[in-house]
Nanobody, 124 residues
Framework: QVQLVESGGGLVQAGGSLRLSCAAS????????MGWFRQAPGKEREFVAA????????DYADSVKGRFAISRDNAKNTVYLQMNSLKPEDTAVYYC?????????????????WGQGTQVTVSS
């Protein structure tokens, strides 16, 4: 089993930045693809970004491309999401997810493990 704990969320003004972290425990996730998803009130959970087990491949939703960056430190069993130029529409609960896969999945059902989420609120 893999446990995931997100941190780094908070309230920020539009145009600001936040860095989310996702710490994994239970087993090493160095052979796992990792993803970030978000869910706004009344909306379905949506893909934000994903990174391959090695960090060599990444994928982003069009809505965050050029503003967000996903990275990982396998020595620390941690994945990060650097969010810049934040917009009010980025407001959501952000979830970290993991799956033992050598691709870079972007669908909710493709991930096996999920964190509890961290709230990000962007004020205008």
């Amino acid at each position: 089993q893999v446990q995931l704990v997100e941190s780094g969320g908070g309230l920020v003004q539009a145009g600001g930045s936040l860095r989310l972290s996702c710490a994994a425990s239970g087993r090493t996730v160095s052979t796992y693809a990792m993803g970030w998803f978000r869910q706004a009130p009344g909306k379905e959970r949506e893909f934000v970004a994903a990174i391959s087990w090695s960090g060599g491949s990444t994928d982003y939703a069009d809505s965050v491309k050029g503003r967000f960056a996903i990275s990982r430190d396998n020595a620390k069993n941690t994945v990060y999401l650097q969010m810049n130029s934040l917009k009010p529409e980025d407001t959501a609960v952000y979830y970290c997810a993991a799956v033992r896969d050598f691709t870079v999945p972007r669908r909710v059902y493709e991930y096996a493990y999920w964190g509890q989420g961290t709230q990000v609120t962007v004020s205008s």
